[in-house]
């Protein structure tokens, strides 16, 4: 485990600022910790691009996913503390690979911060719905799928960019190269999440064999391609 961070051993509870998180385990605490440090920096962003909006409804459209993000993060930070976590100890391992990936990947326009919203979001919703089949505790199972619902940000991203491309196509080119550097940019925070983070890394890696993780890897794949598809962009 890495050093500092307030989790058991692999085999027990998590124990978090000298107490035991009861019936959440290190990688449920890895994950909704995670999670939610990703609902809150997506609420920051989602607001922060408001201001890129070329209309008052696009503005008001991103505000109002902004605010179901930030619900979202609330109902994983309550969920955390009514386990006898601690919320903020929960999300402090995950806040430098998260913001590292932000800072690489600033949008230069509206268009790139949709098309961040929409596939790298998309990414990373697709790998914790994954994980989250892993989770023994129903509750913490139904509160994960619940957060990782789409609050109307997919249809909302793909007809701006598709209306863009049609109005403008020397566009898409640009955009294609976007969407390919998200992925390799969240490729790259996802491996240092996962060597630095065991417990969350053998939650997804008890699914199955090697051959398991190679197929969702392909299903992520598969996802993405058609996400950039969606929008009329080759991935």
């Known amino acids: 485990m890495t050093p500092g961070y307030p989790l058991g051993s692999r085999s027990g509870r998590a124990a978090v600022g000298g107490t035991v998180a009861v019936g959440l385990d290190a990688a449920t605490v890895d994950l909704l910790g995670v999670l939610a440090y990703g609902e809150l920096t997506a609420f920051e962003r989602l607001a922060s691009d408001a201001r890129l909006a070329p209309s008052v409804g696009d503005k008001t459209a991103l505000a109002s996913m902004a605010v179901a993000e930030f619900g979202h993060f609330s109902k994983l930070r309550d969920h955390l503390a009514a386990s006898g976590a601690d919320p903020e100890a929960a999300m402090t391992p995950f806040v430098k690979a998260l913001d590292d990936f932000h800072d690489s990947t600033e949008p230069n326009d509206w268009l790139e911060g949709l098309i961040k919203a929409y596939v790298g979001d998309g990414l990373a919703t697709d790998f914790?719905?994954?994980?989250?089949?892993?989770?023994?505790?129903?509750?913490?199972?139904?509160?994960?799928?619940?957060?990782?619902?789409?609050?109307?940000?997919?249809?909302?991203?793909?007809?701006?960019?598709?209306?863009?491309?049609a109005a403008e196509p020397a566009v898409a080119g640009r955009l294609a190269l976007w969407g390919r550097r998200l992925v390799g940019e969240a490729i790259i925070q996802a491996q240092r999440v996962a060597v630095e983070r065991d417990a969350l890394t053998e939650l997804l890696v008890g699914q199955g064999d090697l051959a398991g993780i190679v197929r969702l890897l392909s299903r992520l794949t598969d996802n993405h391609t058609a996400r950039m598809a969606a929008m009329g962009l080759g991935s």
């Open 128 to 165: 914790y719905r994954e994980v989250a089949g892993s989770l023994q505790d129903r509750q913490t199972r139904e509160l994960v799928l619940e957060v990782l619902a789409d609050t109307g940000q997919a249809a909302f991203a793909v007809a701006r960019v598709t209306e863009a491309i």
